[in-house]
Every structure is written in structure tokens, then in C-alpha cells.
């Protein structure tokens, strides 16, 4: 999966968790979080 610049992503407990960081973080307020499937898509 790409991730867009200003994003991280993690794997939290078997699922995937994507956070934004620096300047990012003042526009989206929160995280998505998805399986394995939606890492592939």
C-alpha cells in the first residue's frame, strides 16, 4: 500500500492503523484503521 506523504502506518493488534503526522495532522483530525484486505486494495 502507498502512503501519502504526512501519513504513517502501522499494524495494532493484527489490523492496520494509518495516522497522519507534522502538518498532516492539522488538516485530519484521527486515524483509519483497516485489515489485511484493505491493505491490499
Known sequence: ???KAGF???RVAG???VV???K???EFHGMVRFDETGKTI
Open 1 to 3: 500500500m502507498k502512503i
Open 8 to 10: 504513517v502506518i502501522r
Open 15 to 17: 489490523k492496520y492503523i
Open 20 to 22: 497522519a503526522t507534522g
Open 24 to 26: 498532516a495532522s492539522r
